[in-house]
């Protein structure tokens, strides 16, 4: 019966749409492994791996990448609670992760029996629905969410493989989770929100972080209308465009004092997307509580406490939207961007006096990388690195991170998910004590063997950016300094390897590799006095 209940299950969940399995195995969830291996379809749908943890990251990349949910099975026990970091992240990040975990019979629990765990209900808020199953129970997925994770723990009994196998046909479900529809009850009030705020400003300031949208048309078109200045994190996926330059800011550091310099006193601001990277978020939630702020995202999370928000598909609400161009004082926004633009220019001339500082390695390869390349930004340094310091060339990037919690595990598992054959190229970044937190992920690289990565490692021996935030004992302390390199890391998993000082010496390739760029930490810190000055 184990078999027939294992077909049923991986059989609702293909209707459901799930696109992708990958299993870790152990013996409890044999039952499941053969099911899926039965799915019978046109492309490899299955995939292995020995550690959850990075399986589980692996897998939210892959819901990026194909806008699909995917499952992860594992067998009961520890395995289970490896899968935590992940569904944890993918909560804050709207992302439909599918846990199927096997467990051995209830009458186990709280017995002390070898690999029996309390698994009913361990993700707790973190999923949209445990079920806790054992064969012949029956359950429903007409009214799961598609944009939380899932749990079935699944309780089998011996004799693990009885019952019979069956081919099961793939279904392809063409809907992916991004396709919303805007809540019409709901639309014209969030409307009036929206203009209500907007009327209410005399210096507005937007914020544009994370968007997962297909088309990015009418938040552009709303924001050339809106004219106010915007500040386009890297996530977003506009930073470079065109139609935005005029009001684009470039500097966001000098936010701040560029603001009491022309006299643009910011007074709202208007958040969309997801939680922004830059610390002026922390600001306004430390130092500027003063500061309306309206958060508009797809998402249930404004990010920060006593915050209006509106939660909607945010291109289809912002295409809807027809505003007229507000009477902004345009004196004083001109030369609050004026400031920033001469701000940049001096920006860009360190990057050339200090072409070894952590900082330019990111200017000089957002100039290497090709266009319409996957660019994966680690967390920590990193994505701060290329927000402030990327080239504005238009590229047609597709730039990801895992801004759900912001942690660093699970990283490159994340970055081969989002990874894929069809970009002309797959970049990405991170940092070493990133790089440490999850070498297995390199695993699925040997099951992809058409998939091209180029693997940045910013090796700064220790996480550099407590010398940024903390000062004495703790700050050495939370660095966790070191003398590795990677060059081991590489001949392990059999890729290129390269060691650079310099990023402007980067060429492109045409085969997978880890690239350890080293900087300088005395051109570091003399680009860092220097910008700080101007």
Request: charge should be neutral; aromatic fraction near 12%; glycine fraction near 4%.
């Amino acid at each position: 019966m184990n078999r027939e209940y294992s077909r049923e299950i991986i059989c609702n969940l293909l209707e459901w749409g799930v696109e992708e399995f990958y299993v870790c195995a152990g013996a409890r969830d044999i039952p499941l492994i053969e099911t899926v291996c039965n799915i019978k379809s046109n492309h490899k749908i299955v995939f292995n791996h020995f550690e959850e943890r990075s399986a589980a990251f692996y897998a939210l990349g892959r819901i990026k990448s194909l806008k699909k949910p995917v499952a992860i099975i594992t067998t009961s026990g520890t395995a289970v609670g490896e899968l935590l970091p992940a569904v944890m992240e993918a909560y804050y990040s709207n992302l439909p992760l599918i846990l199927i975990t096997a467990d051995r019979p209830k009458s186990y629990r709280s017995t002390g029996s070898p690999q029996s765990a309390e698994q009913k209900d361990i993700f707790g808020v973190y999923v949209s629905a445990c079920f806790d199953l054992s064969p012949g129970q029956r359950f429903d997925l007409s009214n799961i969410p598609k944009n939380k994770p899932l749990h079935f723990n699944i309780c089998f009994d011996i004799p693990l493989q009885s019952g019979d196998i069956k081919e099961i046909p793939f279904i392809q479900n063409d809907k992916n989770i991004n396709l919303q529809e805007i809540n019409s009850r709901l639309f014209d009030h969030n409307k009036n929100k929206l203009e209500s705020f907007i009327s209410k400003s005399k210096n507005l300031l937007v914020i544009i972080s994370q968007l997962n949208e297909n088309n990015y048309t009418g938040i552009i078109e709303f924001i050339k209308n809106l004219n106010a200045p915007v500040y386009l994190e890297s996530i977003s996926n506009i930073r470079e465009s065109k139609d935005l330059v005029h009001l684009r800011i470039n500097c966001a550091d000098k936010i701040w004092a560029h603001s009491i310099k022309s006299d643009f006193k910011i007074d709202s601001i208007l958040k969309i997307g997801g939680t922004p990277t830059h610390r002026i978020w922390r600001d306004l939630d430390e130092t500027y509580k003063n500061i309306k702020v309206l958060s508009i995202s797809n998402s249930n999370f404004p990010g920060m406490p006593n915050t209006e928000s509106i939660n909607t598909p945010v291109e289809l609400f912002l295409s809807n939207i027809k505003i007229r161009k507000y009477s902004f004082d345009d004196s004083k926004i001109n030369q609050f961007l004026s400031l920033d633009k001469k701000c940049y220019l001096k920006l860009n001339e360190l990057f050339e006096i200090y072409p070894e500082a952590e900082e330019s390695i990111f200017y000089h390869l957002s100039k290497i990388i090709e266009i319409n390349s996957r660019v994966y930004l680690g967390n920590s340094l990193p994505i701060r690195n290329w927000d402030l310091s990327a080239s504005y060339d238009y590229k047609n990037f597709k730039i990801d991170a895992s801004r759900g919690l912001n942690g660093i595990d699970g990283q490159i598992s994340s970055f081969l998910g989002f990874a894929d054959e069809f970009s002309s190229e797959n970049w990405g970044i991170f940092g070493d004590l990133t790089t440490l937190y999850d070498m297995a992920g390199l695993w699925m690289l040997s099951q992809r063997p058409n998939l091209i990565t180029n693997i940045v490692i910013i090796n700064n021996k220790g996480g550099k950016i407590f010398n940024k935030v903390l000062k004495g004992e703790a700050s050495t302390l939370c660095q966790n300094n070191h003398d590795f390199d990677f060059k081991y890391l590489a001949k392990f998993w059999r890729i290129s390897y390269e060691l650079h000082k310099n990023s402007k010496n980067i060429q492109t390739s045409k085969k997978s590799r880890i690239i350890e760029v080293q900087p300088d930490p005395f051109q570091t810190d003399l680009f860092s006095k220097h910008y700080s000055e101007i």
